[in-house]
């Protein structure tokens, strides 16, 4: 079974403003589903006729993921308009959304959140980051570390949640993959600085547990920071399928072939082996 995927590698510069960068994404969002985003790089050897099983977006795409003012300042609730408005994009184009991630607001607490949107516009997960970066600044300064795993039955087979900073910790991966994970797919907002890390890391994730690896980054400055790119896509066999550019916003396109997986593991029963 092929599912089509794709990653929207987005720019989050802080010279656009929150309300102004989440009116345009959802613009592009809308225009990327209903295949009108025709000025929008492409990365991928697929045609463009297809229409999408599932997107995803990067992590903190409405703030930045470096920007923890902002974070504070424009927090979204689960039930708000920003999450109302991908599941109308979702129910129509009958795409499944991972969108991403967003400052959540839940009482008193402040939470790095991902949602996982089916393709009839129904909100089927929440995944809130466990490992939050900033080594007692930043993030970890000002938002609450998520309380539990989250694996999802996706188009991309039982799908573990992830985000940014989390991908240096296998340990949740292997707990994910105890779930019965066939897949990863991890938001997130990458420096430059270390994006030979990333690469690493998403390659060896996909390795050790035999998955499908979704990694989404974004490219921009803020507070300081400038973002990487390089969103990727790797294979249970750790094979790089297709990787963005470092510089540019544009749409990575992937044809997933989910008994890779299956296979994969059959031919290199190497988790059978594991004795912690």
């Known amino acids: ?7 929207l590698q987005l720019r989050v510069d802080d010279s656009e403003t929150v309300a102004d960068r989440k009116t345009r994404v959802m613009e592009l969002v809308s225009a990327v589903l209903s295949g009108q985003a025709s000025g929008l790089a492409r990365v991928g050897d697929v045609g463009a006729t297809q229409s999408l099983d599932v997107l995803v977006l990067p992590e903190l795409w ?15 609730p689960l039930d708000g308009e920003l999450v109302a408005g991908l599941c109308a994009l979702a129910r129509s184009s009958h795409t499944w959304i991972y969108a991403g991630s967003f400052p959540e607001v839940d ?20 995944y809130r980051k466990i490992h939050l970066f900033g080594f007692d600044s930043g993030e970890a300064a000002v938002l609450t570390p998520g309380p539990e ?3 999802i039955d996706s188009p991309l087979g039982a ?21 019965g994970a066939e897949s990863f797919v991890i938001p997130s907002g990458w420096p430059t600085a270390r994006i030979e890390h990333w690469r690493t890391l998403l390659t060896a994730r996909a390795i050790e547990n035999l998955a499908w690896t979704f990694g989404c980054n974004q490219v921009g400055d803020q507070a300081g ?3 990487g790119g390089a969103s990727l896509v790797v294979d249970p066999w750790g094979q790089v399928i297709a990787e963005a550019p470092t510089d540019e ?4 396109l992937v044809d997933v072939d989910l008994s890779l997986v299956t ?6 029963p190497a988790l059978k082996d594991r004795k912690l």
Request: with cysteine; proline share 3%; charged share 20%.
């Open 159 to 179: 799908t573990g949640s992830a985000t940014c900073y989390d991908l240096r910790f296998p340990e949740l991966f292997r707990g994910l993959l105890e779930r």
């Open 149 to 151: 795993l989250v694996v």
């Open 1 to 7: 079974m092929s599912v089509r995927v794709g990653l």
């Open 225 to 227: 920071v400038e973002l």
């Open 62 to 76: 409405t703030v930045g993921a470096h920007n923890s003012a902002m974070m504070l300042a424009h927090p979204e």
């Open 107 to 126: 009482g008193s607490q402040r939470f790095n959140t991902t949602v996982v949107i089916n393709d009839e516009g129904v909100v089927v997960g929440r």
């Open 249 to 252: 916003e544009c749409l990575v």
């Open 263 to 268: 296979r994969s593991r059959d031919a290199f």
